[in-house]
T-cell receptor, first 113, second 118 residues
Framework: ELKVEQNPLFLSMQEGKNYTIYCNYS?????LYWYRQDPGKSLESLFV?????AVKQEGRLMASLDTKARLSTLHITAAVHDLSATYFC?????????????FGKGTKLTVNP | DTEVTQTPKHLVMGMTNKKSLKCEQH?????MYWYKQKAKKPPELMFV???????INESVPSRFSPECPNSSLLNLHLHALQPEDSALYLC?????????????????FGPGTRLTVL
């Protein structure tokens, strides 16, 4: 059974600082996703990572994937208040010929002025 | 049209009521999903439909009954729910079982239905 672990679960940081969120998963998978969720809202897709060594960047967020280590990171550069949200990683698992996503518990990020 | 829509946005129902949640997409996606999300928890998969056929049922109680009448629509019929079923119900869609490059299986999520069972 695929297990996905994120850490930290809670992250409070100051504006302008850098930090990294980690996502480990237990079995081989071809795809890893990062989503953002604001309180009371749905999930917004941030990144899809497909292969070992993949790196994607959007604004102050950069995601990477190491399939050998079964590890993905979401790096935040020079954080701003607008990045405050919960960030989920999700790993694709094949079941019965259909793909399902298994989510980590999420990292609640609070960026303080 | 690049979005998934869900109705209603909010639903309050009693334990004896029957109600339905509706999800719609017009992106030509052939896989559709129902997730349940409790407060401060990650989404949990309930059902997957692939090409209008149920392909995954994550041991969901029978008081939840999914239906996929066509490739654009996904319903979740609710009957005799319990207060612990109160949650945000998210629908998602994706292209399914296609080879190719990035993003083809990416799931697009709807805004969700906030369900309260009294």
């Amino acid at each position: 059974e695929l297990k996905v672990e994120q850490n930290p679960l809670f992250l409070s940081m100051q504006e302008g600082k850098n930090y990294t969120i980690y996502c480990n998963y237990s079995t081989t998978s071809d795809r890893l996703y990062w989503y953002r969720q604001d309180p009371g809202k749905s999930l917004e897709s941030l990144f899809v990572l497909l292969s070992n060594g993949a790196v994607k960047q959007e604004g102050r967020l950069m995601a990477s994937l190491d399939t050998k280590a079964r590890l993905s990171t979401l790096h935040i550069t020079a954080a701003v208040h607008d990045l405050s949200a919960t960030y989920f990683c999700a790993v694709e698992s094949n079941q019965g010929g259909s793909e399902k996503l298994v989510f980590g518990k999420g990292t609640k990020l609070t960026v303080n002025p | 049209d690049t979005e998934v829509t869900q109705t209603p946005k909010h639903l309050v129902m009693g334990m004896t009521n029957k109600k339905s949640l509706k999800c719609e997409q017009h992106m030509g996606h052939r896989a559709m999903y129902w997730y349940k999300q409790k407060a401060k928890k990650p989404p949990e998969l309930m059902f997957v439909y692939s090409y209008e056929k149920l392909s995954i049922n994550e041991s969901v109680p029978s008081r939840f009954s999914p239906e996929c009448p066509n490739s654009s629509l996904l319903n979740l019929h609710l009957h005799a729910l319990q207060p612990e079923d109160s949650a945000l119900y998210l629908c998602a869609s994706s292209r399914d079982r296609e080879t190719g490059t990035s993003g083809r299986k990416k799931q697009f999520f709807g805004p969700g239905t906030r369900l309260t069972v009294l």
